[in-house]
């Protein structure tokens, strides 16, 4: 990339507004805005958009406090997660105290399991309506990149809208950061809705499919918030596409499976309904599969556009897709940066409020397809936690979509950690989607259709479905003796047992109940 | 009652409708079209509105049939809770093959509870939706109680609408119950939209206020479907209003006292935000002190209008109330059907796919109030099993009201069964409202505002606000230990001891871990 291109007279360029010209400083200049204690609502999700320098400086401005004994922590709020660049130096400088609304980033994840980060782990639409309400407290900055601005002063969203309309509403000051990295050629294409309000104000939100525009195509900021714009050139996250293995790849055909059966049972339209899909490998390989299959024209209502879902608009599989947020691989955000006007009305990123609606992924009737890490027997699903203590990454808009979703679907391999660990136990270590929410369970080993049976037929179903040979018989015998012997049959459990799979994993490194020792 | 008033020729006289007139018969004949094995869809919402004589007589029927050693049973589908004389009478004669979506019959409950009963639990505003994608099969029967027939052959509901409106859509045979004893006064009350459709035909429901109407105050059905109407009279189950005892009067103090502090910093406005409230001893407490609070013009956007509900009419202390059903007292049920034409513009009867839609429930921010079973220290809410395996009644609306509120209330006495079973738990032996959405925790001991708060900090409000101090000292000996030696310090748990509580009063009969001997 020459001088010339990624130079900071070019980036700044960008923004048109003269009066806001005149805001133009470094990365350092704006973190040193930004005082101990404060609320930072960043922009980012799923690694896109997210601010690439100040989150950095001011990492390195934590740093030294520290090193000179002081206290120095801010409160960072999101869309959801970021990268190394953001979460990662601001965890490894502890240097946050308070982190919402999802993360993924490993050190965070440390830190937070370790009790150093408190971490809120919320539903991804709920949040700007949580902060407008007011029991977050005051949110000091805003903190978000933009492609640009315009003549006007209005703002053009980079690769995420996330929760920025929110931050940009609410702070008190505002540091922008306009990233050269990011195609001017994205103005147009997000869809940022104006229109929400707190009780007794609100509306519908008048979504009727997944293609409807309701706002702007900007965010609205006052310019007299505005105390920093930092140009600033360097690329999204954009985590490299793995090619689908084997047991995804098996996965994505028990899901194709299950759909073409209810299209066949006259339950779904052929173009299916707006597909929602998981951040993932194993979504990934199911968007993969999709390209091979007989369904069209396909639409997405979604939070995330990944590579697999460009690859359906790329070949005319998928007609629209909806989004809040971009997450792709360097080589398809390069062929997809390309070729933007391509996309530009296949393509609508919206508010995650809106991308996350209840209101409207139930209108839309959404095909839900999420990942999880275990489920028990009867159909409830941890997405959260491993081994009912420590968080992986949150529940981020599975909630959202799994609840008001027409079928919910949640997939997974049916062990992890070499076999370790089966992802179907007896009793869940944690919930974070009920049994009234999970209506299809499908691993590498089949199908369990959950919709219409009670607890005792699900269970029943999910073992022999999903479970993995492995373990198939030692939960066949904890279902049976609980059958037999527990004081309720609707969901019989053996409590002394329930979670003692997971015991054993943490004591002996292994949930199998009697493994022979390797010899 | 004089027999003029009560017979069944007066009765007739409802039924306006000339061609409808010819299909009048008795409960016993309309009974006998019922098949072993057919679906058949009640009316009936928390005890009203139900049928009162074909019930019976099918149980009659069913008896018989197992008296010659024939199978006879069939599946039950209502709104919500009937009676003693529906579900009541076909279980006890062993005639229920399916239950669904929420019962709470004792004789039902031991049935289910034994295996005997196939039950399902369902979120009760999913129920509509679901049963029109088809993947509970056909539905071959309504059962629906109505107030009368017009001159046009559309039905006037009952005391309840509930489901009523997908069964007469959907059903192949339709058997109607004019039940004398609802006043043809309710006429005009209700509110049936006939805008519902299967995505992607959905449109926004535009209800923006408790009072809005979008429907027609009438059900409509094809009156070739019709094969029975039958005339009844008798009283729906009308539960004895208990006046509140000291400790439900303890808990709604404190609901007052969260609401009054909501409203102090701004986070409410003065006549609050539409009220809804689970049915129950400690809600009808909550509501019986809303009439001494200082706010108003309250409303209510709710499952059920119970005694306290309009009591708060009465004095104008609530403008307008919009439910599914009623669900009052024998002496509440009498003053109110004496001066019907006092309600009319400030009660709607809706079906309970918009009572309850999280779309509604969303938009106008209700604030819910839903009792529990237990919760655990991080917040996660058990609505519906005893000691994990045993079904106690159901999720009910409960989920579709705490997921969409603008806060979400739980509210318990802090012990039960005279103290030997502790609200407040390690773990909690089921779950159906997960972390994500319980907001606040009430006991009689105190409130605990969890908004905000990341999962260590909720256990220390919780236990220290919530749990009875019979119970605190063992809650934060093990929530202590936890957060000393478990793995993860996001959410610590103790795997080994999480349900050993509950183990423990199985075992005998107490969850105190060092009861001393009865001396």
Not at 316 to 325: F, N, R, W
């Amino acid at each position: 990339m020459p001088d010339s291109v990624v130079g900071s007279a070019h980036i700044a360029g960008r923004v048109r507004n003269k009066a806001l010209k005149r805001k133009l400083c470094s990365a350092e200049e704006a973190a040193a805005l930004i005082a101990p204690g404060a609320s930072v609502g960043m922009s980012g999700f799923t690694g896109s958009g997210y601010p690439k320098e100040v989150p950095g400086e001011l990492a390195r401005r934590i740093g030294e406090a520290h090193e000179r004994g002081q206290d120095f922590t801010v409160s960072v709020w999101t869309g959801a997660s970021t990268a190394p660049e953001l979460d990662g130096l601001l965890a490894s400088a502890d240097g946050i105290e308070l982190r919402m609304p999802y993360q993924s980033d490993p050190v965070s994840r440390a830190k937070i399991n370790a009790g150093a980060i408190d971490y809120l782990d919320v539903h991804l639409s709920h949040v700007a309506q949580m902060v407008w309400e007011g029991f977050f407290g005051k949110l000091d900055f805003a903190l978000v990149e933009v492609a640009g601005v315009t003549e006007d002063g209005e703002l053009i969203p980079s690769s995420s809208v996330g929760n920025n309309k929110t931050w940009l509403d609410l702070a008190d000051r505002v540091i922008l950061e306009v990233n050269g990295w990011q195609p001017e050629g994205l103005e147009g294409m997000h869809d940022v809705y104006y229109g929400t309000a707190l009780p007794p104000h609100r509306r519908p939100i008048e979504i009727v499919a997944p293609a409807d525009r309701i706002g702007a195509p900007y965010l609205r900021c006052d310019p007299e918030k505005i105390v920093a714009i930092v140009p600033t050139y360097g690329p999204d996250r954009n985590t490299p596409f793995k090619a689908p293995d084997v047991i995804s790849n098996r996965i994505a055909g028990h899901v194709l499976d299950f759909l073409g059966q209810e299209v066949k049972r006259g339950r779904l339209p052929r173009g299916l309904l707006p597909l929602q899909s998981g951040v993932g490998n194993v979504t990934n390989a199911v968007l993969a599969s999709l390209n091979d299959g007989p369904f069209r024209p396909l639409t997405a209502y979604t939070e995330v556009i990944q590579d697999g879902m460009l690859d359906l608009i790329k070949t005319g599989t998928l007609d629209v897709a909806s989004a809040t947020a971009l997450s792709l691989s360097d080589s398809a955000v390069a062929a997809f940066y390309a070729r933007l006007g391509d996309y530009r009305d296949r393509i609508v990123l919206r508010s995650q409020e809106i991308s996350n609606h209840p209101e409207v992924v139930r209108r839309l009737g959404c095909l839900a397809m999420n990942g999880m890490i275990e489920a028990d027997i009867y159909g409830n699903v941890n997405s959260t936690h491993i081994m009912g203590s420590k968080i992986q990454n949150g529940i981020g808009g599975s909630g959202d979509f799994a609840r008001n979703a027409y079928v919910s679907i949640f997939v997974s391999p049916s062990v992890a950690k070499g076999g370790s660990i089966s992802s179907i136990v007896p009793m869940a270590s944690h919930v974070d989607h009920t049994e009234h929410d999970v209506h299809v369970l499908i691993t590498e080993q089949g199908i369990a259709d959950l919709r219409g049976l009670v607890p005792r037929q699900r269970a029943q179903r999910i073992i022999s479905q999903c479970a993995h040979p492995d373990y198939r018989d030692a939960l066949q015998d904890y279902f049976d003796r609980a059958l037999a012997t527990a004081p309720g049959k609707h969901t019989p459990h053996l409590l002394d047992e329930a979670l003692s799979w997971h015991a054993r994993y943490l004591a002996h490194g292994a949930m199998q109940p009697h493994r022979a020792p390797e010899s």
